[in-house]
């Protein structure tokens, strides 16, 4: 837990959006606050009784009115998490650590989310095993000289963008072009094979100095390849076999980009709002098992790491592409899915330490279901669920109600976005 805290810290710290605001600006006393009481929690926190640290830390959540966005999150996630670590830290013994065995189930958890049409990692996965196994297939039947090029350049050419690998299909050629004449006009006055090798040296040299993408690191991997592939063959054979290669190649990762799981910023953008909807839901279930089995930590800081990954890519998009009213609305989900992140967070180390009475398991256990359910896949029309009894705990009681309130704002939020003509769409046949 003081893992995530410190995590959650450096993701605030490191993002610097918040603090353009003014309005913003005059929350950092009362980050102050959380902080000095952090340093004494470091100080004081005991085994035995923590009620000072804990009256303290509910004098802020109480007395602190803040603007809402992302700072209100953090301020009031953390005096959360500091007043459940307050509970769970006399409680906490030290435990064996199992350094051989596998959870399974953790792994076919991790596994589901990962294999999915949606994923980045899933679709450029696919794309490059179809790039490979075409060029990789024609090296393996066609007996040519060099013929490994093909492969090697398409390898290169492809990219989890769309718009970067665009952008290599049309640095590489030119680079691979200008390399060629560079041999040419160079390779008569190196007459002798020190020279060559050299040569071949240099262009290595410079080719890793060189930034991976531009035109001009092709013109130097070009200039090594060719002048080391002289030695055994003819110049103007192996200029006009580089660039029919390249062309090849270019040609191959052209069609797999456009028809074959294609990945623009427009809709790797809608693929990330969904990840994020998804890792709610993720988090749901891990939070399930938490009532029936000891679940590690580390996968809960999985998630929020990715969470986090995630949202700074959507965030940047956003500021980029999406300006004026659309944008805002967009922000907003983005910051309302933080809070049901957090929320959704702190419920689940308030299941996992023993919050509810054993009698409360089942029904908590049906909540999460019905919960799991409305935020994964998202739909703007799904009824909202309603905190039909109240928990032991008053603070497993209070999480759960704001997380509900704010699922409805999200939901609102995404009914608002799915109004808007889809802008993905839009953009997408403009493009085309």
């Given at each position: 837990m003081l893992?995530?805290?410190?995590?959650?810290?450096?993701?605030?710290?490191?993002?610097?959006?918040?603090?353009?605001?003014?309005?913003?600006?005059?929350?950092?006393?009362?980050?102050?606050?959380?902080?000095?009481?952090?340093?004494?929690?470091?100080?004081?926190?005991?085994?035995?009784?923590?009620?000072?640290?804990?009256?303290?830390?509910?004098?802020?959540?109480?007395?602190?009115?803040?603007?809402?966005?992302?700072?209100?999150?953090?301020?009031?996630?953390?005096?959360?998490?500091?007043?459940?670590?307050?509970?769970?830290?006399?409680?906490?013994?030290?435990?064996?650590?199992?350094?051989?065995?596998?959870?399974?189930?953790?792994?076919?958890?991790?596994?589901?989310?990962?294999?999915?049409?949606?994923?980045?990692?899933?679709?450029?996965?696919?794309?490059?095993?179809?790039?490979?196994?075409?060029?990789?297939?024609?090296?393996?039947?066609?007996?040519?000289?060099?013929?490994?090029?093909?492969?090697?350049?398409?390898?290169?050419?492809?990219?989890?963008?769309?718009?970067?690998?665009?952008?290599?299909?049309?640095?590489?050629?030119?680079?691979?072009?200008?390399?060629?004449?560079?041999?040419?006009?160079?390779?008569?006055?190196?007459?002798?094979?020190?020279?060559?090798?050299?040569?071949?040296?240099?262009?290595?040299?410079?080719?890793?100095?060189?930034?991976?993408?531009?035109?001009?690191?092709?013109?130097?991997?070009?200039?090594?390849?060719?002048?080391?592939?002289?030695?055994?063959?003819?110049?103007n054979t192996l200029i006009w076999l580089r660039i029919a290669y390249v062309i090849t190649a270019v040609l191959l990762v052209s069609v797999i980009n456009l028809f074959f799981f294609p990945t623009t910023k427009e809709k790797q953008f809608a693929l990330n709002?969904?990840?994020?909807?998804?890792?709610?839901?993720?988090?749901?279930?891990?939070?399930?098992?938490?009532l029936s089995q000891n679940v590690d930590l580390h996968e809960y800081n999985e998630l929020l790491t990715e969470f986090h990954m995630i949202y700074a890519q959507c965030r940047e998009y956003i500021q980029k592409e999406l300006p004026g009213e659309t944008g805002t609305v967009y922000h907003k989900l983005l910051v309302t899915l933080w809070k049901t992140f957090s929320e959704l967070e702190q419920t689940a180390y308030l299941m996992q330490t023993g919050s509810a009475e054993r009698e409360e398991y089942p029904a908590l256990m049906d909540l999460t279901i019905q919960l799991q359910r409305e935020i994964f896949p998202p739909q703007p029309t799904t009824p909202s669920i309603a905190l039909h009894r109240d928990f032991r705990d008053k603070d497993l009681t209070y999480v759960l109600t704001q997380y509900m309130r704010n699922s409805g704002h999200l939901r609102s939020l995404y009914s608002q976005i799915a109004s808007n003509t889809l802008i993905f769409k839009k953009k997408e046949l403009a493009r085309k």
């Open positions: 893992a995530v805290m410190f995590q959650r810290s450096f993701y605030l710290v490191r993002d610097k959006a918040w603090q353009q605001d003014e309005v913003q600006q005059n929350a950092l006393p009362r980050l102050t606050e959380v902080a000095e009481l952090a340093e004494e929690a470091s100080q004081t926190l005991n085994e035995t009784d923590n009620a000072e640290l804990i009256a303290k830390a509910r004098t802020l959540l109480e007395q602190r009115e803040m603007p809402e966005g992302r700072v209100r999150i953090f301020y009031r996630s953390c005096l959360h998490m500091l007043i459940l670590i307050c509970h769970t830290y006399p409680a906490t013994k030290k435990q064996n650590l199992q350094w051989f065995g596998v959870d399974w189930q953790e792994t076919w958890l991790k596994f589901r989310r990962r294999i999915s049409r949606h994923s980045i990692e899933t679709r450029f996965a696919l794309r490059l095993s179809v790039v490979l196994t075409i060029s990789c297939g024609a090296m393996a039947i066609s007996h040519a000289n060099h013929v490994y090029w093909f492969p090697l350049n398409a390898f290169l050419l492809l990219q989890p963008s769309f718009e970067d690998s665009e952008h290599r299909l049309v640095t590489r050629p030119i680079g691979t072009a200008l390399g060629c004449l560079v041999v040419a006009l160079v390779e008569p006055f190196l007459p002798t094979v020190p020279m060559q090798f050299a040569f071949a040296f240099l262009m290595m040299f410079f080719m890793y100095c060189s930034t991976p993408g531009t035109w001009v690191q092709p013109i130097f991997s070009t200039s090594f390849a060719l002048i080391l592939a002289s030695m055994s063959m003819q110049d709002i969904r990840r994020l909807f998804q890792l709610h839901a993720s988090y749901w279930e891990i939070a399930r098992r938490s």
